[in-house]
């Protein structure tokens, strides 16, 4: 994605250009400065994305940390869009600094380029939430003049005072309108350019012609003026674009994260040694890379130098590292494991299977169907049967009551008015709202908000298994059989490492494990320390001399040997595990009568027992991602509506083909980016709950559709026969808002529920 | 009658003022983050260290 990257990058000042490859710790040789703003008072400003923020807390501890700083004089962390804004004195610090001092505090923390978002970004947010300060008041003090009318019609106001009243409603609300209307009227001067119809046409209209009609009376004196009616209507109907846009803001906020997160940089190392970043799009055959420990390999290539190990989960489906030392293989898209390696760039660009895969993706997005949205559907007959009855009022009281043309459009204007579709405009933002933060409660983020109306429709579920059906990562299946003390001194030992195997028996032992000090690793093979004169060692078979008569013991699980001496080795064996709830989850969709299944990279013999211990028949093995696309093309074109759930790069095409699609947060970026939802945790639970919001969203919405058509069966009839006085229009306007607006605040106190 | 030329400047002039101060609470970029608001209050204040100027905003 060229548009990613920052053009000043590219050419980044030699002086930060250059970072020791020993001492820079790892995950951190990626260079900020060419991110770093400069602000008019001489202060630096750089904005990051932090990866692991989740907690309130984490605000407290970060701003705190970075503040301690003398050379920071200002850092503040957007709990909303999981960004850091640091200023500071350049010249005292330099911009990676920050970014290993936000390692050191415990988070993963990535340059972000504003200018990303400023084309789209906050401005319109902004722009709106002005509009709805100058129509709320506007309102309030046009209710206040409104009212003493109102009142004035039954008492005895006289003309006089009416008029003058009339003119200073005008005065307040038409520039209000003027204003605050002008998303609405471009909106729909663009749909009547198109010549089509959307839902900001007939709201243009009566806000148009109610404000016209109301100045029409006033010069001349009338009793009846709507502009309460008027720019409450824009008031309410502002409110909901303004929920609406706010969920949105926040799914693409979630989205450019994850982009600056992806592998968009790759550190290229020159003859001398020196490090230099540069963007993935210019890699070309030949290059040498440096990549850290963590960092994702930005093409496909051959280890120059270093060993280590190469996690391919997300390309293949296998979940445990395979060890790579100089001349081996490696893929753009797998993780760099254990070791910092170099890496000669044998395919870049357009020809690794990375971006093979990207384009499997990016075809099956464009065969996904295009889903209207309810509120969409529901203008698309609401809109003109709006205007029909308007212009039926109008012909058929000239016509009929043979009324004068003035009496006759003042009626069809009513008739407009009261049928704005306040709640349909509100109706659906309000419940998304809703919806979406009730999710982001139980762990689930919507990056798509319309994909809720997707989802409630479903009657198919297909499951990655690697890192969807299974954790994803490996976990201790001998526990019983280990003693504690050894299980104790192999945790302190891991205690040093990055490796899978050692976080999986650190996390077996528990945290109260103190790391031993001293502990030497030689990656793809294992760590080594003294204690007590002692040499202890924790790695695989070889490293720990074990002696082949134990080979009995080899299963297809992995492995790591504990080795004191004078005493037999230990063995730790590990294995990928089912999420706990994954059979409870496939139960509550089978007893729904919806078609699951299973789309695996994976070897048949692991997946078949997989899908017979959790209950699903329809399975299919050694899916390459082409293969998934036609798997799920079958199913929707057997009329099934999908959800793919996966987290591999080899699930993202079939992620985008399907209807709907589901991400867990372990999940390579680039499924990420795809997915509708990303659910974090260890439990499936999150599935089953997406779904039932979804439906109860999907009720709602209906609900209020339902409300606002009865409201129309009963206010038409009399707009059409001209009993809306401006008091009527008001009331109306309002009570149905704010039915509608509690009817999706419900979806708050509904219960969740559990499954069977 | 003639109170109406006082007051009604007066629920005007109020209404604007209420105007003016959301007006500039959204300029001051108040309306950014909701989320860590409600939080924010409950973190203790930084005294510790008096030769840096605290947060200001």
């Known amino acids: ?756 | 009658m003639t109170a109406l030329i006082f007051l009604i400047p007066a629920a005007l002039f109020l209404g604007l003022l209420g105007l003016v101060a959301f007006l500039w609470s959204l300029n001051s970029g108040q309306y950014e983050d909701l989320d860590s608001a409600p939080y924010r209050i409950l973190f203790d204040d930084e005294n510790e260290d008096p030769g840096k100027t605290p947060d200001k905003s």
């Open chain 1, 1 to 756: 994605m060229a548009h990613a990257w920052p053009q000043s990058s590219v050419t980044p000042p030699a002086a930060d250009a250059q970072t020791d490859p020993d001492t820079s710790p790892p995950g951190t040789a990626f260079n900020a400065s060419a991110f770093v703003q400069q602000t008019e008072d001489g202060t630096s400003a750089l904005d990051l994305v932090i990866e692991n923020l989740h907690f309130p807390a984490c605000v407290q501890k970060i701003e705190r940390g970075l503040n301690a700083c003398d050379a920071v004089l200002k850092a503040r962390v957007n709990l909303r869009t999981h960004r850091l804004r640091v200023l500071w004195d350049v010249k005292r610090m330099r911009a990676d600094a920050i970014i290993q001092l936000l390692s050191r505090l415990g988070y993963r923390a990535k340059p972000f380029d504003p200018r990303l978002e400023s084309a789209s970004g906050p401005a319109p947010e902004r722009a709106l939430l002005r509009a709805i300060g100058v129509t709320g008041f506007s309102a309030a003090n046009v209710m206040l003049i409104s009212v003493s009318v109102w009142a004035g019609l039954v008492e005895d106001m006289g003309p006089a005072t009416r008029d003058f009243f009339h003119w200073l409603s005008a005065l307040i609300v038409l520039p209000a309108i003027a204003y605050a209307g002008r998303p609405f009227f471009s909106s729909a001067g663009r749909a009547l350019a198109a010549r089509s119809l959307n839902m900001d046409v007939p709201i243009s209209l009566a806000v148009i012609a109610a404000a016209g009609m109301s100045l029409w009376e006033t010069i001349t004196g009338g009793a009846y003026v709507y502009f309460d009616a008027a720019v409450m209507l824009l008031f309410f109907l502002l409110i909901g674009r303004y929920l609406d846009m706010r969920v949105r803001s926040k799914a693409r906020a979630a989205a450019h994260n994850l982009l600056a997160l992806g592998t968009t940089s790759a550190t290229l190392m020159d003859e001398t040694g020196r490090h230099q970043l540069i963007p993935v799009e210019n890699l070309t055959r030949g290059m040498t890379l440096f990549i850290a420990a963590g960092e994702h390999f930005p093409a496909d290539g051959v280890i120059m130098s270093g060993v280590s190990e190469v996690d391919a989960s997300m390309m293949t489906g296998e979940s445990l590292p395979q060890a790579v030392k100089k001349g081996a293989e490696v893929f753009a898209g797998t993780v760099n494991v254990s070791a910092p390696v170099s890496l000669r760039v044998t395919v870049a660009g357009e020809h690794t299977v990375l971006s093979q895969i990207v384009r499997l993706m990016d075809a099956a997005e464009q065969t996904r169907a295009k889903y209207a949205r309810l509120a969409d559907r529901a203008a698309r007959i609401y809109a003109p049967a709006v205007h029909v009855l308007a212009a039926l009022t109008f012909l058929g009281w000239l016509v009929i009551a043979h009324a004068s043309w003035q009496a006759a459009l003042i009626n069809a204007i009513a008739v407009l008015i009261i049928t704005c579709p306040c709640a349909l405009g509100l109706a659906v933002p309000a419940v998304q709202v809703v919806a979406v933060g009730r999710l982001l409660k139980k762990g689930v983020l919507a990056k798509a908000p319309d994909a809720l109306e997707r989802l409630a429709t479903i009657d198919a579920v297909v499951f990655d298994k690697t890192g969807t059906l299974t954790r994803g990562a490996p976990t201790l299946i001998n526990a019983a059989t280990i003693g504690k003390e050894d299980l104790a001194l192999a945790a302190s030992l891991a205690g040093a490492s990055r490796h899978p195997l050692s976080q999986a028996l650190r996390r077996a032992a528990g945290s109260a494990i103190p790391p031993v000090p001293d502990v030497t690793e030689h990656p793809g093979q294992g760590l080594v320390a003294l204690i007590e004169g002692q040499e202890i060692r924790l790695g695989n078979r070889a490293w720990c001399a074990v002696e082949e008569h134990t080979t009995a013991q080899m299963t297809a699980a992995s492995e790591l040997w504990l080795r004191a001496p004078g005493r037999a080795p230990v063995r730790f064996a590990f294995r990928d595990q089912i999420r706990p709830d994954a059979a409870r989850v496939v139960r509550f969709f089978r007893a729904r009568g919806f078609f699951v299944g299973i789309l695996s990279g994976d070897r048949e013999e692991v997946v078949s027992p997989l899908a017979q211990s959790i209950g699903i028949e329809h399975w299919r093995s050694n899916m390459r991602p082409g293969d998934k696309i036609a798997a799920l093309q079958k199913l929707k074109a057997a009329g099934r509506r999908v959800l793919m759930v996966g987290d591999g790069m080899n699930d993202a095409p079939a992620l985008a083909a399907a209807d709907v699609s589901l991400s867990p947060s372990t999940a390579s970026d680039i499924a990420q980016a795809r997915a509708d939802f990303i659910f974090q945790g260890e439990r499936l639970m999150p599935v089953v709950e997406l779904y039932r919001v979804a439906q109860q969203a999907r009720r709602l919405i209906l609900q209020n559709f339902g409300f606002a058509l009865s409201y129309n069966l009963l206010a038409v009839p009399l707009a059409m026969a001209g009993l809306i006085t401006p008091i009527i229009a008001a009331l109306a306007m309002s009570a149905s808002s704010l039915l509608v607006t509690t009817n999706a605040l419900r979806l708050h106190v509904m219960k969740s529920g559990e499954a069977p």
